[in-house]
C-alpha cells in the first residue's frame, strides 16, 4: 500500500516527534553539518541547564568544555565524512559543559540521519556521573582492601618481632642497676618499640583487624567525654563548638575507638588551621534513603548516627581527597604526620557497619562526616568489674603452642621467671602429642591463633576434648582469624594480642586461672 500525503505529514510533524523524544530518559541532540542544534529534547534542556528555545539555532560547542571547542570542528567534519553508528551502551565517554560552566562526565551514542538528501548527526547522551562516582569507589575500595591485607600481613610479622624485642630487652633492664650507663640504651629501646607497636595498631585499625570491645553507646556522651582532652589538642586559637542533637541515638561499638577517630580528626582540623579558626562538632540522626546508597558502596539503607567534624581551614583539592584514607599518604612536611591518621579512622568506621565521606574544596574548609548503624537498645554505663585478688605465687603448669621460635623461646622464658612450669609445643600436632602423654596436670594452653596445618582454635577443642577443665589464652599479631570474627571479640574467649610485656602477660594469665 503506498503511503498517503496524511502519512507524510505526519512523520514530518515535529510536534509529534518531540512528544515521542519527551519521554526518552537520555537527552537526544541533532545537529547539520555546521554543528547547529536542529533538535533538542526536554531531557537534553534539563541535563545542559538551558531552555529549548536557547538550544535550537545554537552551536553544539555550547555543551562542549571550552578545552574541547577548537577541535570539534575537525572532528565533526571528519564523522560526516565517515558515518559510524555508535549504539547506545558502547558510545563514547566524554566530558560535557552546563550553561552554569560546570562540566560533567557523559556517553554520547551517534548516528547519521539523513532528511530531503541533507545530512544529520543524531546524539543520544547519557549523564554518567552517577556510574563514574560508583566506579571510581569501587576502585577506591578494591584498593584499600588490597592495601588492607598487606597491612595486617605486615602488623602481624611485625609484631612478633616487636614481642621478642620488647621481651628480651625488659630482661636485659632487669639485670641492669639504675646507675648502668647501659641502662640508659635499653630504655630507649623500650620506647621505640612502644612507638613502634603504636604504629602497628595504627595498621591493624586500617585493615579492620584490631580488637573491638563494642557495647551500647550515645554519640553525645562520647564527645562530652573527650571534650576536655579535644581543647587541649587543638589549643587557644581554634574555637572548638559542641552542637550535639538531643535527638541523637545510640550505637554499637567500642567507645575507645570512637574517642581515637574524633581525636584524629580534630587533629587534622588543627593542623588544617595553622593561624586559628572555628572547628565543629555535630551529631545527629541519619536516615540513609535509597538516593544515597546509589552513590556510596558498601552501606544498607537504615537509620544512622552521624558524627561530623568540620573545620574552616586550607581545604582539599580533588586529587588530595582522593588520597586522604590510604595509609601513610600525608600532605604534611618530613617528620610531621605518619600518614595514619585517617587511614585509622577509615578502618574504625568499617570495622563498624558504619560510613565515612568527607566534603571539601581549596580555601573552603573541611567537613569528615562518620555515620554509625542507630541501634535501639539503651547506652551501657561501661563500669568496670572490680579487680580480683589475685595469688602471688605461681605454681601451675602451662602449655604454649606457638610456631615462631623466637617467640616461644621468649615466652617460655617469661613463664618460668614467674614460676609456672611449662610445656613448649612448636606444633598444634606437637601439642596434642603434649597433652595425651603428660601424666599431671595442665593448667593453661597459651596458643598463638594462626599456625600452619592446624589454627589455636582447632588446638584448644582438641585438648579440651581430653582435658575438659583446661583453660586457653589466645595470642596474635593478628585479630580476625578463628577466634576473633570479623576483629570482635567474642566475650567467652580470652585474647592477648601482640606485642605484650611480661606484666600483661602476667597479669592476663592469673585473672583466667583465678577465675571462678
Known amino acids: 500500500m503506498a503511503a498517503g500525503p496524511e502519512f507524510a505529514h505526519v512523520r514530518n510533524s515535529e510536534k509529534l516527534l518531540l512528544a515521542l523524544l519527551a519521554s526518552a530518559a537520555q537527552a537526544i ?37 571550552e578545552s574541547k571547542r577548537a577541535g570539534h570542528s575537525r572532528h565533526r567534519e571528519a564523522y560526516f565524512n565517515h558515518p559510524r553508528t555508535r549504539p547506545m551502551g558502547i558510545g563514547l565517554d566524554l566530558t560535557a559543559r552546563r550553561k552554569d560552566g560546570t562540566e560533567f562526565p557523559v556517553e554520547v551514542s551517534l548516528s547519521e540521519i539523513e532528511i530531503e538528501g541533507a545530512p544529520f548527526a543524531l546524539a543520544f547522551v547519557s549523564d554518567i556521573s552517577q556510574r563514574k562516582t560508583l566506579e571510581e569507589q569501587l576502585m577506591h575500595a578494591q584498593k584499600m582492601e588490597a592495601v588492607g591485607r598487606l597491612a595486617g600481613g605486615v602488623a602481624h610479622d611485625f609484631n612478633n618481632m616487636l614481642t621478642v624485642i620488647s621481651g628480651y630487652n625488659r630482661m636485659i ?9 647501659l641502662r640508659g640504651y635499653a630504655e630507649e629501646i623500650s620506647h621505640a618499640a612502644e612507638r613502634a607497636a603504636g604504629l602497628t595498631n595504627q595498621l591493624l585499625a586500617f585493615s579492620r ?22 581543647r587541649r589538642l587543638i589549643g587557644e586559637d581554634i574555637q572548638l563548638i559542641l552542637s550535639l542533637s538531643t535527638e541523637a541515638g545510640n550505637i554499637r561499638a567500642d567507645p575507645n575507638h570512637i574517642a581515637q577517630a574524633i581525636a584524629n580528626l580534630v587533629v587534622n582540623a588543627r593542623d588544617a588551621m595553622p593561624t586559628g579558626g572555628r572547628l565543629t562538632i555535630e551529631t545527629d540522626n541519619f536516615f540513609m534513603d535509597e538516593n544515597y546508597v546509589r ?9 544512622f548516627v552521624m558524627i561530623a567534624v568540620s573545620d574552616d581551614g586550607v581545604g582539599m583539592d580533588a586529587e588530595t581527597r582522593r588520597h586522604i584514607f590510604e595509609p601513610f599518604f600525608t600532605t604534611k612536611e618530613r617528620g610531621k604526620g605518619t600518614g595514619l591518621g585517617l587511614a585509622t579512622v577509615y578502618g574504625m ?32 554505663d561501661g563500669a568496670a568489674e572490680p579487680a580480683e585478688k589475685t595469688r602471688e605465687v605461681a605454681t601451675e603448669t602451662i602449655l604454649v603452642v606457638e610456631d615462631e621460635k623466637a617467640v616461644r623461646e621468649l615466652t617460655c622464658r617469661m613463664l618460668r621467671k614467674m614460676g609456672y612450669h611449662v610445656l613448649a609445643a612448636a606444633s598444634g600436632e606437637e ?30 577443642d582438641a585438648l579440651l576434648a581430653m582435658r575438659p577443665g583446661l583453660r586457653v589464652l589466645y595470642l596474635s599479631g593478628y585479630t580476625e582469624h578463628t577466634v576473633v570474627h570479623h576483629g570482635v571479640l567474642d566475650s567467652a574467649v580470652d585474647f592477648l594480642p601482640k606485642p605484650f610485656s611480661r606484666e600483661v602477660l602476667g597479669q592476663k594469665i592469673r585473672e583466667i586461672l583465678n577465675r571462678a
Open 173 to 181: 633492664l632487669d639485670e641492669l642497676s639504675a646507675a648502668d650507663p
Open 349 to 380: 568506621i568499617k570495622q563498624c557497619g558504619g560510613d565515612i565521606w568527607v566534603y571539601s574544596e581549596p580555601g573552603t574548609g573541611t567537613t569528615f562526616k562518620l555515620y554509625f548503624p542507630r541501634v535501639a537498645e539503651a547506652a551501657s
Open 295 to 303: 552513590t556510596h558502596m558498601g552501606v544498607q539503607p537504615g537509620d
Open 431 to 460: 601439642a596434642i602429642r603434649i597433652g595425651r602423654s603428660h601424666v599431671g596436670d595442665v593448667a593453661l594452653l597459651l596458643t598463638d591463633v594462626v599456625m600452619p596445618n592446624m589454627s589455636g582454635r582447632q588446638v584448644a
Open 29 to 65: 541532540i541533532s545537529t547539520d553539518r555546521t554543528g547547529r542544534i536542529v533538535l533538542a529534547n526536554d531531557r537534553t534542556a534539563e541535563m545542559f541547564g538551558y531552555s529549548r528555545g536557547e538550544l535550537i539555532g545554537a552551536s553544539i560547542d555550547v555543551l562542549l568544555p
Open 209 to 230: 583487624r584490631q580488637i573491638m570491645q563494642p557495647r551500647i553507646i550515645s554519640v553525645n556522651s562520647i564527645v562530652e567525654q573527650t571534650e576536655k582532652m579535644l
